[in-house]
């Protein structure tokens, strides 16, 4: 009985040294790939193509360049203005982000502070998101879009930026950018959040349009969300003066 006793508390003083080892080298890794080495190093890709139109895009992101990755959708396009102004008026708070700003460890604790931790990054035509914003939550539970130019219409000339605005509700450990780390995972019902923005924004004065832009999707392993497949296409109406 008593070599029985010893031999499992061996074996729980073993298992609980592994898992220590296994703690540390993840927080050591996690710490070089976000704050010491080069993982988000991103040079401003140059737009070139300026002769796009809507249905021509595409329609997915992902959170890695690689194949395996989940993909999820762009859900809103703003055409003749920036996203900057949307969000503005709509009282959403731009975030910071690991490709675009320099967050040094100290500043992602002032951040996590705030409730803003910076937000992870999407990949659309192989580039980052340009900007990222979130409407005020906790830690865990946060609205949150981020947009990436597009270009501009073939006729009109006039700007394209896609956005991909989803809820998070949850974390999860996932693999990114070829190391284990903590996640938000996001609510699989992504039209409910886009339909909030084109509420708000309809409520703003924006014009708002539905198209069929992106095709209908079903919950799946590589897909964690479902969706109709439509995309809420914002532009701002011109105001008529007063005589």
Request: contains cysteine; aromatic residues 14%; glycine residues 6%.
């Amino acid at each position: 009985m008593i070599s029985l006793m010893l031999y499992r508390s061996k074996s729980w003083k073993k298992w609980l040294n592994i898992s220590v080892c296994w703690l540390v080298v993840m927080l050591g890794a996690n710490y070089y790939h976000f704050f010491v080495g080069d993982a988000y190093a991103f040079g401003a890709k140059e737009i070139t193509n300026t002769k796009q139109s809507l249905p021509e895009l595409d329609y997915t992101v992902y959170p890695g360049l690689a194949p395996v990755y989940q993909a999820q959708p762009i859900n809103i396009v703003v055409v003749g203005s920036t996203p900057q102004k949307l969000m503005d008026e709509l009282g959403w708070i731009e975030n910071k982000t690991f490709s675009r700003d320099d967050v040094t460890f100290s500043r992602y604790l002032s951040l996590l502070s705030k409730e803003l931790p910076p937000i992870s990054d999407l990949y659309w035509d192989r580039q980052p998101q340009w900007y990222a914003y979130q409407l005020a939550g906790d830690l865990i539970n946060r609205k949150h879009i981020r947009w990436w130019y597009a270009g501009k219409e073939a006729q009109s000339k006039k700007e394209i930026w896609v956005g991909s605005v989803s809820y998070d509700n949850a974390l999860k450990l996932a693999h990114y950018k070829g190391i284990i780390t903590i996640l938000h995972a996001i609510d699989p019902d992504i039209d409910m959040e886009r339909d909030k923005v084109a509420e708000s924004a309809s409520e703003a004065g924006w014009a708002v349009q539905y198209k069929q832009l992106g095709k209908p999707v079903a919950y799946s392993k590589s897909r964690h969300y479902f969706s109709d497949g439509r995309v809420v296409v914002l532009s701002k109406k011109k105001s008529i003066n007063k005589i």
